[in-house]
């Protein structure tokens, strides 16, 4: 989903008047590199081992990670195409996605999963998802098999935040894509080498602070350019009501989606998916105190109810743009991922444009880094300290994760710069591959003892067969618009069917070592 915003910026070719002054943007991106580069030297000194530099040490509070979680959960896309081509479509009944994921995938999801991660994560000495499912199923290839799934799927997920921060850099700054892929590279790669998760979290602490902001200032001015919340909403709807009654021929028709399953599988991908996603379950493995989790999942949902809340009406406000703006001359069509750009760029102030530079910046550095660790934690704690070396020491594990770091970073890159087409499709199902494969299995595994080898193999592999045969079964039968348009309600089914198979296979097969379940569950320290 962030890969939408890939083009948004690049398809939107302002006028010399309407582009904001390069000084503002340029200042404050300068500023904000530097500042991040300043705390990730500050955390190169409090590194010393793989806990530290993955989970900062667990000494991080509440506000660190509940903001960390946020911005993370919440990228680019949620700010430009995602929120533009689903408020163009839905209306104000987007809304629904954004409280959604205030709730269920931010309030409930630490109320239900943080106490319980950190207490058995402890309990099996486990830093990462596949090292969990590894010790709590007892079986190494498991947690080999977890960690391909994240490395496979998260390289085209990092490459899409790439090509869209690429683009922006080229849109803004007027530089070729080469040279912003390569700035945004080389200072990804040294920031993440060497800061760690503890800077990570500070970073994403102002980060976070900068999209909180942002957001506001973004919903105050625009709400105001039209003429008072009242107006805006009595707007959207008549505008609305009046294009969904267009001829189905007329390029400004509102067109119902074609099921209404689409909408809920929205609302379920997005909310419950980060259930099952590494790069946000690690965030509570990093939790020091199980007292703090009430106060970082209040912080997340007020952080989430403001941020993507105001990121997604700003997306039903589109269908006011002038005529000319929505069909630039010669356009046959609307062009969905340029209509919050559009918006942004024509009905703002130039002061504010930088800032809502920064808030994209923020969105897609925040989730980038997570990616990254993830991934590299993947090789270096479940392959290479699993495999090839369970001795290994605690120095060599460190450099060995800041050199994959570099290294996941370059791969992007790679895939990046040759601009191969397949990253959007890819990107479009790795949501649903990875929540799907892991969301049941490692749910069950935290709350009944019950649940085997056997069982949450099966659902693994049932949610990643679902994810991928469903949609390019779609693809190969019918188009891509179609398949993307159900891709959410693929991903649901892929997350849902899971539940079924993990206790059906569970039941049906010899029950865990009583040991191994003692371990999970017994109490922490």
Not at 70 to 96: E, K
Not at 129 to 148: C, I, V
Not at 363 to 383: M, Q, R, Y
Request: charged letters at 10%.
């Amino acid at each position: 989903m962030r890969a939408v915003v890939v083009f948004a910026f690049r398809r939107h070719s302002p006028s010399p008047h309407e582009r904001p002054m390069l000084t503002a943007p340029f200042v404050l991106t300068a500023v904000f590199f530097l500042l991040i580069l300043g705390i990730a030297c500050w955390g190169l000194r409090q590194t010393s081992t793989v806990g530290d530099y993955f989970l900062g040490g667990k000494t991080l509070g509440p506000w660190l990670l509940a903001i960390s979680y946020g911005t993370t959960y919440f990228s680019a896309a949620a700010f430009i195409g995602f929120a533009g081509r689903l408020g163009w479509q839905y209306g104000l009944n987007v809304l629904w996605i954004a409280l959604g994921n205030t709730f269920l995938g931010g309030f409930l999801a630490w109320v239900v999963l943080g106490k319980q991660t950190r207490r058995m994560s402890h309990n099996l000495n486990s830093m990462t998802m596949p090292e969990f499912f590894g010790t709590r199923y007892d079986s190494q290839k498991m947690k080999a098999f977890s960690a391909l799934i994240i490395f496979a799927f998260m390289i085209p997920y990092s490459a899409s935040i790439f090509q869209g921060l690429s683009y922006l850099f080229e849109s803004t700054f007027e530089i070729p894509f080469w040279l912003a892929l390569l700035i945004i590279t080389v200072f990804a790669s040294v920031y993440i080498m060497i800061g760690g998760y503890k800077a990570v979290a500070r970073v994403d602490f102002l980060q976070g602070m900068i999209m909180f902001v942002g957001a506001i200032l973004m919903v105050t001015f625009l709400v105001s350019r039209f003429g008072g919340v009242a107006n805006v909403l009595e707007s959207i709807n008549s505008i609305r009501a009046e294009r969904m009654t267009l001829d189905p021929a007329d390029p400004l028709v509102i067109k119902p989606p074609l099921s209404v399953w689409i909408l809920p599988g929205l609302v379920f991908m997005t909310s419950f998916g980060v259930w099952g996603m590494p790069q946000m379950v690690h965030k509570y493995y990093a939790i020091r105190d199980e007292r703090q989790i009430l106060r970082g999942a209040i912080v997340t949902t007020v952080f989430a109810l403001f941020v993507v809340c105001s990121a997604y009406f700003v997306g039903t406000m589109c269908p006011l743009l002038e005529k000319d703006l929505l069909l630039p001359k010669g356009a046959e069509k609307i062009n969905m991922e340029s209509l919050v750009p559009t918006l942004l760029t024509t009905k703002l102030p130039q002061s504010m444009l930088a800032l809502i530079l920064l808030l994209v910046l923020s969105a897609s550095i925040s989730t980038l880094t997570s990616l990254v660790l993830v991934s590299a934690s993947a090789v270096t704690i479940d392959l290479y300290k699993g495999y090839l070396n369970p001795n290994a020491t605690q120095s060599r594990m460190l450099l060995l994760m800041r050199v994959l770091s570099a290294v996941f970073i370059m791969a992007s890159f790679v895939v990046t710069i040759s601009q191969v087409t397949w990253i959007i499709t890819l990107m479009s199902v790795s949501w649903g591959a990875v929540a799907g494969s892991f969301m049941a299995p490692f749910l069950y595994g935290l709350f009944w003892k019950r649940t085997t080898k056997a069982g949450a193999y099966a659902g693994m592999v049932t949610g990643l067969i679902l994810s991928n045969g469903l949609f390019f079964g779609c693809l190969y039968f019918y188009d891509l618009p179609r398949a993307n348009a159900f891709s959410t309600v693929f991903a649901s089914i892929a997350m849902l069917v899971p539940f079924i198979v993990v206790p059906i296979v569970s039941l049906m097969t010899k029950p865990p070592k009583t040991e191994v379940v003692e371990r999970a569950f017994g109490s922490a320290e």
